[in-house]
């Protein structure tokens, strides 16, 4: 339940036992947080997604979506998760691949916060050898950190979640979601040769592009 105190400016919310008061506008560009979106004990200002603790008015975050090349002016993160770059067929045509690389080294970067403790988060299927993921790790060997899944395990591996703790093995032949490849798809997949080296053994071709 919301409810507003008009000579104070202030929002009453209240949650099951308990009530909380908080500013009708939010402190970034005075967006109208009373009109947000609830979620737990927070409030989400409509104008760009900043959540606002209910507890003591912290912000807790905010999620901007944008897209490779388009604008990021004026907006700032702390992590950057970047969501396959390029399709397949993008990946294939040089002129794609270098906006894409460009974008990402010389718009994307610069977006950070705090470069020294920031972090981007590149999650792709590997498409050409200088695809995002090619790119990067040539251009800066020993910077990234590089987690290689390929869809059959070439080798025993071992991964360990690094909050959570969790250990996940593979042995050798192993496949990665064996409900969705079952053996017969993979073979399939095989069959198409430099697709399956490219896209599920993460960048095992040397596909040069146009
Ligand atoms: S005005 Fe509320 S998050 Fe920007």
New binding site residues.
């Given amino acids: 339940m919301s409810k507003q105190l008009w000579k104070a400016r202030t929002h009453i919310i209240t949650r099951g036992e308990r009530i909380f008061a908080l500013a009708e506008?939010?402190?970034?560009?005075?967006?109208p947080?009373a009109e947000g979106k609830l979620i737990c004990n927070s409030i989400v200002?409509?104008?760009?997604?900043?959540r606002f603790s209910l507890e003591d008015g912290r912000v807790l975050g905010?999620m901007i979506a944008t897209s490779v090349g388009a604008t990021t002016m004026g907006r700032g993160c702390d992590t950057a998760i970047l969501d396959d770059p390029v399709s397949a067929d993008q990946a294939v045509s040089d002129a794609e691949r270098t906006t894409a690389n460009t974008w990402i080294d010389a718009t994307l970067r610069s977006r950070l916060n705090d470069p020294a403790r920031g972090a981007i988060i590149v999650v792709m299927q590997r498409l050409h050898e200088l695809d995002a993921t090619g790119f990067l790790l040539e251009q800066e060997p020993g910077v990234w950190t590089h987690v290689r899944l390929p869809l059959v395990a070439e080798e025993d591996e071992t991964w360990t979640f690094p909050f959570s703790g969790r250990v996940v093995q593979r042995k050798a032949g192993d496949i990665l979601m064996p409900e969705r490849f079952t053996p017969e798809v993979v073979e399939q997949q095989r069959a198409r040769r430099l697709v399956f080296a490219g896209q599920y053994h993460k960048g095992r071709h040397r596909s040069k592009g146009i």
Avoid: K, Y
Avoid at 45 to 50: D, E, K, Q, R, T
């Fill in positions: 506008t939010c402190s970034h560009f005075s967006g947080l200002c409509p104008h760009h997604n900043s905010q």
